[in-house]
């Protein structure tokens, strides 16, 4: 139990933090792109133009 002691310390939450919104900051950003991926194969699929809007 001291390895949770040691993870709520100021300092290491001071590191721990930012590198978590940045991952995950990451994350949103792959998951969104692969998302209008698929949308934009299903509409390829459908013989619609992706490109006109």
């Known amino acids: 139990m001291d390895w949770i ?13 930012p590198i978590v919104a940045i991952v995950g900051a990451f994350l949103v950003a792959a998951l969104k792109a692969h998302h209008r991926h698929h949308e934009r194969i299903e509409k390829i699929k459908q013989g619609i133009d992706p490109d006109a809007n």
């Open 5 to 17: 002691q040691n993870l709520f310390k100021a300092e290491t939450l001071a590191l721990l933090i």
